[in-house]
């Protein structure tokens, strides 16, 4: 009964897509951490979660802040559940977003609720904070979990952590 | 040998219905709680409203931070006799949410107890939000009672945990 690291993965090389397969069903959580940075050249992009390969039935809810404002976005039925916080290749180098995503009760038969908060690292007003509440309208358990900015390429050394908490 | 850690202290998983949730007879021996909650009220909207130690005066206070579906806002409460978390759903099927408390200290007896915690609500009564809490009392914390301005509906869960520090 603890928290567990499943699976860390660091990227040797740029990449599209960082997944998580064959998640344990042992546990009452999940929380995933990301140290991420992006080949966007601006910023203000998506970082995109799916799980099992579902590409549709995800609703969000953001409040976000942007280093001069605040605002709110609505996304209904998308493809993935989006927070509003790429770190993209034209911020500070060799600095990296962080991103926590929890999602309680993830081996149930019952929709899931994700809870999202992430920000960005700049040495200029222009850098992101968001909450985000998350919803997929679909009950199977989570077994996979995928990471990826819709094209883009994640950067050398981003990094995600996949923990069980039980 | 390392501490164990985020061990799982207490929970309920609601086979009915029920008006509240109290966890008692937490034990001292973690630094920080971390209580997690996925539920939805049988009817209406509501918020989650957390109580210590049975403490009804009036020594709760909050700063939040929320966006609904239509607008972004800010407010403070002080003082209350309970820290508020934003949660607004009414149909445990179709829009469960999640809230996220933590309670940093909670056993230390030389301080105010503070809190940070996430609301999460998706659907006919959004809400997503963030609030800072304290709780005027140098107490342990050993007895936390959980209810909403409404009633919890069935298969809600409420898990809390121990963080070993």
Known sequence: MAMTLVETITLASATSTITFSNIPQTGKDIMVLTSLRDANTSSGNDVLFSVNGVTTGYVVRTLYGTGSGIGRANAGSSGYMATFSSQSNNLTANTFSNIQFYLSNYAGSRKKSVSIDAVTENNATAAYMTINAGLLNATAAITSLSISMGGPNFLQHSSASLYIIS | ?165
Do not use: C
């Open chain 2, 1 to 165: 040998m390392p501490t164990a850690t985020y061990d799982l202290i207490a929970s309920n998983v609601l086979s009915t219905s029920a008006a509240s949730v109290t966890f008692s007879a937490l034990p001292s021996t973690y630094r920080d709680l971390v209580i997690v909650i996925t539920a939805s009220l049988t009817a209406g909207t509501g918020q989650n409203q957390i109580r210590l130690n049975s403490d009804t005066a009036g020594n709760y206070s909050s700063v939040s931070m929320e966006a609904t579906g239509t607008a972004q806002q800010s407010g403070a409460g002080n003082p209350n006799t309970w820290w508020y978390v934003n949660f607004n759903n009414g149909d445990m099927d179709a829009e469960p949410t999640t809230t996220i408390i933590h309670i940093m200290d909670y056993a230390q007896t030389n301080k105010h107890k503070v809190g940070l915690s996430r609301g999460n609500s998706v659907g006919s009564g959004t809400s997503v939000g963030a609030n800072v809490h304290r709780w005027a009392s140098t107490s342990a914390v050993d007895t936390i009672l959980i209810q909403a301005s409404g009633t919890y509906a069935a298969n809600s869960s409420f898990y809390v945990y121990g963080i070993a520090g």
